[in-house]
């Protein structure tokens, strides 16, 4: 079954600690993309790539970071220079950046931090 | 700046018709899509639209009218398992998806 996955569901972690959300697809998609979602607002785009080793800034990259080593993962890590971390966070593929491909979602990951 | 609108909530009947509407302002235009997202879960792609026109598919269709940066989702036969929100995305000049907030679809029996 192809898919993307993300782990974990749900994560919780102290204000000033780094976190890293994974992100896997085996769809041998070429783009990925990063997106935070909050009550009320739409999806926002953090970080994308699409190519390995390749990877830009979306709209709210401040405190967050990304690696893009292989083609299949694109692990995204919340630092502690991030003010307001509390979010569910999505993790999407498509098979290019640029045509009328549809962007597929991995389940989210909830990240709470107090 | 980008804006994407469409209303916050809707209530409607199950077996009934909604309309959700979505106007749109970008920096260019490519393509137009609607996901839907069921609470806590991912959004799943239900239609894309680049050419003016209606798009069907099964009980739901999409229209877009790039002239008035206006797009619409049609669900029929509603189901209470269409209790969902849905999401309007636009394509701008760049090829990023811009997303409008959602509109939270609630059926009753």
């Known amino acids: 079954d192809g898919g993307i996955t993300q782990s974990p569901k749900y994560l919780f972690r102290k204000e000033g600690q780094n976190v890293t959300l994974s992100c896997e697809q085996n769809l041998n998609h070429d783009a990925m993309y990063w997106y935070r979602q909050d009550p009320g607002q739409g999806l926002r785009l953090i970080y994308y790539s699409q190519i390995v080793n390749d990877f830009q800034k979306g709209d709210i990259a401040e405190g967050y970071s990304v690696s893009r080593e292989k083609k299949e993962s694109f692990p995204l890590t919340v630092t502690s220079a991030q003010k307001n971390p509390t979010a569910f966070y999505l993790c999407?593929?498509?098979?290019?950046?640029?045509?009328?491909?549809?962007?597929?979602f991995g389940p989210g990951t909830r990240l709470t931090v107090t | 700046g980008q804006n994407i609108d469409q209303p916050t909530e809707m209530t409607a009947t199950e077996g009934a018709i909604v309309q959700i509407n979505c106007t749109y302002q970008?920096?260019?235009?490519?393509?137009l899509f609607w996901y839907q997202q069921h609470a806590g879960e991912a959004p799943t792609f239900l239609s894309y639209?680049?050419l003016d026109g209606l798009e069907e598919k099964g009980r739901f269709s999409s229209f877009l009218s790039r002239s008035k940066g206006y797009s619409y989702l049609l669900l029929k036969e509603l189901q209470m398992k269409d209790s969902a929100s849905y999401l309007c995305?636009?394509?701008?000049?760049?090829?990023?998806?811009?997303w409008g907030a959602g509109t939270k679809l609630i059926i009753k029996p």
């Open positions: 970008t920096s260019g235009f490519n393509g």
């Open positions: 639209n680049v």
């Open positions: 995305a636009v394509r701008d000049s760049n090829y990023q998806l811009i």
């Open positions: 999407a593929s498509s098979m290019s950046p640029d045509s009328s491909y549809e962007q597929y």
